[in-house]
């Protein structure tokens, strides 16, 4: 039976990233980090993601140990 849904796709993605941490107080740390992604998706959905799906992001982390 349908489902109202459109067709299911395959995709796929590749990230790295690398976090630096330094302790501020005993038991909290403070991150700094960066992460660099590449996805893959079907020409299918090229309207949606565009023809190159790439992106980053940069963050600050706050760490309670």
């Known amino acids: 039976a349908p489902t109202g849904h ?3 796709y395959t995709v796929g993605k590749v990230s790295v990233g690398a976090v630096r941490d330094w ?3 005993p038991h909290v740390s403070v991150g ?3 992460l660099y992604a590449i996805d893959f998706v079907p020409s299918g959905l090229d309207a ?3 023809r190159d799906p790439r992106g980053g992001m940069a963050f600050v ?3 309670l140990r």
Do not use: D
């Open 32 to 34: 700094l980090g960066a």
């Open 48 to 50: 949606a993601y565009g």
């Open 23 to 25: 302790r501020v107080a």
């Open 6 to 8: 459109g067709p299911a």
């Open 61 to 63: 982390r706050l760490k």
